[in-house]
């Protein structure tokens, strides 16, 4: 296996990496020797299985370096920072951003005060899924942090142009996501920066699982899949591997549809 960023001191900074779309990447960039920073936010509960998985990153021989804190709070933010810049020194430079940040309200529009959607609600979820891409680049640019040539990707969906119930706060998110990775491309492109989304097909993970009907959009993806399968957070993993090499370096400012064909048929 080719370990491209293997001895180079290049670090992917992953928000939202302990699981899902996250974590499959997380550990495709270690295979190939990128060292890796996950910001995520677990339970005790949980923890015990995020360290199996982050123990299995650790074994590919790449520096793990991991925080448990809420990457949507400003100081919180501030703090992860500091933490990085003091371990990764002057040399170590991060060659990727992924944001991978699932946390969103999935309500119907109408319904009583309590269960239907409400502007807080919009404003929490384009907060955490959209907005804060916007933070850690500012803020990682400013601590100069990033490589020369450094890939920011997020991930959107196809509920970024299509409606489903309960998806409307979620589906605006994926929309301003969009339109914020953009920008950044434009506006970052002069020091070296390229920011790219790729729009995942259905898949099984745990963030999915969450939405109302989930069951049923499984069913229809599934029919509507050329190869008549889901798309897995490994399928993604890869293309956000490919989007981090070298070769890569052109492509800017778009959306990758990473879903075998789902979105065709």
């Known amino acids: 296996m080719v370990k491209e960023f293997e001895n180079k001191n290049q670090w992917a900074l992953i928000l939202g990496g302990s699981s899902g779309l996250g974590l499959a990447s997380a550990k495709k960039l270690a295979m190939h020797g990128c060292n890796i920073i996950i910001v995520h936010r677990n339970s005790k509960v949980d923890m015990p299985a995020v360290e199996q998985e982050f123990a299995q990153i650790k074994a590919t021989g790449v520096d793990l370096l991991s925080f448990n804190k809420d990457a949507i709070r400003a100081e919180k933010r501030n703090d992860i920072i500091k933490l990085i810049k003091e371990n990764l020194g002057d040399q170590g430079k991060i060659r990727v951003l992924l944001h991978s940040i699932a946390k969103g309200n999935l309500k119907p529009m109408t319904g009583d005060e309590q269960s239907s959607l409400q502007n807080d609600d919009f404003h929490l979820t384009l907060e955490s899924m959209a907005i804060s891409l916007y933070d850690w680049t500012k803020l990682l640019f400013e601590k100069k942090l990033f490589a020369t040539d450094t890939r920011i990707i997020s991930f959107t969906s196809e509920g970024n142009r299509k409606a489903f119930k309960t998806y409307a706060a979620v589906s605006a998110a994926k929309a301003a996501l969009e339109a914020i990775t953009r920008n950044i491309a434009l506006e970052f492109a002069p020091h070296g920066i390229k920011a790219n989304c790729v729009q995942a097909g259905v898949t099984d993970t745990a963030s999915f699982r969450m939405i109302p009907g989930h069951e049923q959009l499984k069913t229809n993806a599934m029919s509507r899949n050329p190869f ?30 990473a879903d075998g064909g789902e979105h065709i048929n």
């Open 228 to 257: 008549k399968r889901l798309t897995t957070p490994e399928d993604v993993a890869n293309v956000v591997y490919l989007l981090s090499k070298d070769e890569a370096s052109w492509i800017n400012g778009t959306t990758i549809i």
